[in-house]
């Protein structure tokens, strides 16, 4: 009896502890190239939802007061959009301009 209780070993061997560290690992480099094409995605879909509501904004202006605004301060000043300067920024850099009632989205510098 006490030859049996010596000899049980309960518990995971070193090989089953590193063939499991490896399959975790290979999912790891497998998910983290899916997560970051997402996160360009996102980026994407976030700056273009900026765009359609400042020109969301432009239509407004163009309704109430009739003419074109020259630019994003004027949109600004008749209190079409926020004077937060992050307002019209992407979150990937790239900012939104007003150019004569067209919306541009400059590069990130």
Known sequence: MLKKLIG?????????MMIVLLVISVLILIAIPNVMKRAESIDDTGCDALV?????????????LRKNPASAAELVS??????NPDALTCSDGRTVAVNNGDVIINPAP
């Not at 359609?52 to 109430?64: D, F, H, I, P, T």
């Not at 008749?78 to 004077?83: E, H, R, S, T, V």
């Open 8 to 16: 049980r070993e309960d518990g995971f061997t070193l090989i089953e």
């Open 52 to 64: 359609k509501m400042v020109e969301g904004q432009v239509q407004a202006y163009r309704l109430e």
């Open 78 to 83: 008749a209190d079409f959009l926020d004077d």
